[in-house]
């Protein structure tokens, strides 16, 4: 079946620092990769997304891109804020008998401090 | 646009009794929602995919008869837990697909303590 795996958290980081949250995927066929950010007490909103390989998809100075090949889907910020602070969901979208489901890593809490 | 609202977003309630939780798409209409529940600090594990018109789909391991889940219109699911007990307490989270863009959007949670 689908699975994601993402690094363990909490992240700690000064702000203005360099962000990378490792996201690995294993799926059959050819699924759409998301990351979502989820803030204390609240739902989840979708960061970005991407849906081919090589495909990259981008929001908020966030970053990430379809590697097929290393079945990888790596979140990365050049310069993080305080605002950025919130836990992050790597997550695949494929065709799995019941149609599209959602498959979520278990999320990296990151904490930006000043 | 694709704004998804859950009510209430916090209900505390008595062992044995039952709660209901809606989740509405308020600017489109979503053939297809889908029911999560949250555990602190832990990932979001899908409970059942809701389908307007039809029964509800669950996944293995969710009770379906405790987990009641309605999908009357193409706007509006409701997932009841009946019969709750402190296990149940949770964060349960659904989201709405926009078939045009086959995007899962959130509802904000509804964060249910049994006491």
Known sequence: ?114 | GAVVSQHPSWVICKSGTSVKIECRSLDFQATTMFWYRQFPKQSLMLMATSNEGSKATYEQGVEKDKFLINHASLTLSTLTVTSAHPEDSSFYICSARLAVYNEQFFGPGTRLTVL
């Not at chain 1, 602070?85 to 000043?114: D, H, I, M, P, R």
Request: net charge negative; with cysteine; aromatic share 12%.
């Open chain 1, 1 to 114: 079946g689908n699975s994601v795996t993402q690094m363990e958290g909490p992240v700690t980081l000064s702000e203005e620092a360099f962000l990378t949250i490792n996201c690995t995927y294993t799926a059959t066929g050819y699924p759409s990769l998301f990351w979502y950010v989820q803030y204390p007490g609240e739902g989840l909103q979708l960061l970005l997304k991407a849906t081919k390989a090589d495909d990259k998809g981008s929001n908020k100075g966030f970053e990430a891109t379809y590697r097929k090949e290393t079945t990888s889907f790596h979140l990365e910020k050049g310069s993080v804020q305080v605002s950025d602070s919130a836990v992050y969901f790597c997550a695949l979208s494929g065709l799995t008998g019941g149609g599209n489901k959602l498959t979520f890593g278990t999320g990296t809490q990151l904490k930006v401090e000043l």
